[in-house]
Nanobody, 125 residues
Framework: QVQLVESGGDSVQAGGSLRLSCLRS????????WGWFRQAPGKEREGVAT????????YYADSVKGRFTISRDNGRNTLYLLMNSLKPEDTAMYYC??????????????????WGRGTRVTVSS
């Protein structure tokens, strides 16, 4: 029902910026969530930023607040993650995820039903 394709991952130096994109096709429910998650080598996947489609409320992990911005373009069915002031600890595979209708947009992955294959971000010091 929902397909997600990420792009924009790259290798950058610390302090640099990247913008990730997630192109969505299929159903978009008004009261659902869309977000970015990441998984670093040897670590569990963690939530980075999510957005509630009905009112564009956003949620961020503490580790990225003030540096990352999540946004979406309705006309292009695309979700973005603008990442500024990148740090080596931001190195990870970044995944786009979407939920079915929901009352909230958790940063935990259990609330999400659809996942992309990921795009890799590498930040060197």
């Amino acid at each position: 029902q929902v397909q997600l394709v990420e792009s924009g991952g790259d290798s950058v130096q610390a302090g640099g910026s990247l913008r990730l994109s997630c192109l969505r096709s299929g159903v978009i429910w008004g009261g659902s969530c869309w977000g970015w998650f990441r998984q670093a080598p040897g670590k569990e996947r963690e939530g980075v930023a999510t957005i509630y489609i009905s009112d564009d409320t956003t949620y961020y992990a503490d580790s990225v607040k003030g540096r990352f911005t999540i946004s979406r373009d309705n006309g292009r069915n695309t979700l973005y993650l603008l990442m500024n002031s990148l740090k080596p600890e931001d190195t990870a595979m970044y995944y786009c995820a979407a939920s079915r209708p929901s009352d909230s947009c958790p940063l935990g992955e259990r609330g999400y039903d659809y996942w992309g294959r990921g795009t890799r971000v590498t930040v060197s010091s």
